[in-house]
C-alpha cells in the first residue's frame, strides 16, 4: 500500500446545497465529526478549529477551495503554530455531485507522503485517517439526511 491518497464516495439524501453546508460550516460539522468547530467565514484563506474532547485534540484548517454547492477543501494537520501549505499539511476535499435521489459526495486527502513523515509515523497517520473518515462520513450521511427529511 502506498498510503499516499485516500479516497471515499458515499451518497447523501440530500441536496449539494444542503451537503456542502454540511460539511462546510461549523454548526453542522459539530453535528458529525468533532466536539466543537469554528470558522469565521466560509472563504478561502479562512482559518478555524476543530476540537475533540476537553479541548485534548486540537486542530487548526485553512480553508483552499469554495465552490458551492460542488467543493469545499480545507488544509489541517500541520505542526503547531505553522501556516498550512502544501508540504506541511493534509489536504482534504469534498466533491458534491447531484444524483437521481440526492448527492454523491466523495472525498480524497493527500499529502500524506508529502510531510516527509518516517515510514511509521507515515503509515499509522493513514491508517488513523482511513479509520477516521471510515467513522465519521457515516455521521455526516445521516446528519445530512435528517436536514432533508419532510
Do not use: C, K
Request: aromatic share 10%.
Amino acid at each position: 500500500m502506498e498510503f499516499g491518497t485516500l479516497e471515499r464516495q458515499v451518497h447523501v439524501e440530500a441536496s449539494p446545497e444542503v451537503v456542502f453546508e454540511v460539511v462546510s460550516r461549523p454548526e453542522h460539522i459539530r453535528e458529525w465529526w468533532s466536539d466543537d468547530a469554528s470558522l469565521d467565514e466560509v472563504a478561502p484563506g479562512a482559518v478555524g478549529e476543530l476540537v475533540w474532547g476537553d479541548r485534548t485534540q486540537v486542530e487548526s484548517f485553512t480553508v483552499v477551495e469554495v465552490d458551492p454547492p460542488r467543493r469545499f477543501s480545507f488544509r489541517w494537520v500541520t505542526s503547531e503554530g505553522e501556516a498550512a501549505t502544501q508540504g506541511n499539511s493534509l489536504l482534504v476535499t469534498f466533491d458534491l455531485e447531484p444524483s437521481a435521489t440526492g448527492t454523491t459526495l466523495r472525498l480524497t486527502e493527500t499529502g500524506f507522503r508529502e510531510r516527509g513523515w518516517e515510514v511509521a509515523v507515515l503509515e499509522e497517520a493513514y491508517r488513523d485517517h482511513e479509520n477516521g473518515w471510515d467513522t465519521f462520513l457515516p455521521r455526516l450521511v445521516a446528519h445530512a439526511g435528517t436536514l432533508s427529511a419532510p
